[in-house]
């Protein structure tokens, strides 16, 4: 996913949202290894969608979907409908709830933030939800 981030030129946050999906779809679907590859496809075009400003085409992505011996899954026409049937699953086991889905980075940022509000005193929004709670 990291590589195929970088040849798309998808930013960090599309990528750590990506694996959140992934982690999220695989906790609750059991998937085969022959699916992984193109579910973490659709995982990451799913999250570009949500992450991205411009959107990206299916095709681009079907590109990308491979057999964990690297062999292509059919002609672009056949990969574009498995990324798109993949992409309803996914989003379906997830309950079309990406927007619950909290990011370790996204994590990370919270905590500093609230650390940096503590340590300076300075009424971040962190803080003042905190206090008018």
Same mark, same amino acid.
């Given at each position: 996913?990291?590589?195929?981030?970088?040849?798309?030129?998808?930013?960090?946050?599309?990528? *750590?949202?990506?694996?959140?999906?992934?982690?999220?779809?695989?906790?609750?679907?059991?998937?085969?290894?022959?699916?992984?590859?193109?579910?973490?496809?659709?995982?990451?075009?799913?999250?570009?969608?949500?992450?991205?400003?411009?959107?990206?085409?299916?095709?681009? *992505?079907?590109? *990308?979907?491979?057999?964990?011996?690297?062999?292509?899954?059919?002609?672009?026409?056949?990969?574009?409908?498995?990324?798109?049937?993949?992409?309803?699953?996914?989003?379906?086991?997830?309950?079309?709830?990406?927007?619950?889905?909290?990011?370790?980075?996204?994590?990370?940022?919270?905590? *500093?933030?609230?650390?940096?509000?503590?340590?300076?005193?300075?009424?971040?929004?962190?803080?003042?939800?905190?206090?008018?709670?």
């Amino acid at each position: 996913m990291n590589s195929l981030t970088d040849q798309i030129g998808l930013s960090n946050d599309t990528l *750590f949202m990506a694996v959140a999906v992934v982690d999220r779809y695989l906790s609750v679907v059991p998937v085969s290894v022959a699916l992984l590859q193109p579910v973490s496809v659709a995982c990451l075009w799913i999250a570009s969608k949500y992450e991205e400003l411009a959107a990206i085409p299916a095709a681009v *992505f079907a590109a *990308f979907m491979v057999s964990p011996e690297g062999i292509s899954l059919g002609s672009e026409a056949q990969a574009v409908q498995l990324l798109l049937e993949l992409e309803i699953g996914v989003l379906r086991a997830l309950d079309y709830r990406l927007a619950s889905i909290v990011t370790t980075k996204a994590f990370k940022h919270r905590i *500093f933030q609230r650390l940096w509000s503590d340590v300076s005193g300075h009424q971040g929004p962190v803080t003042n939800h905190r206090l008018s709670l």
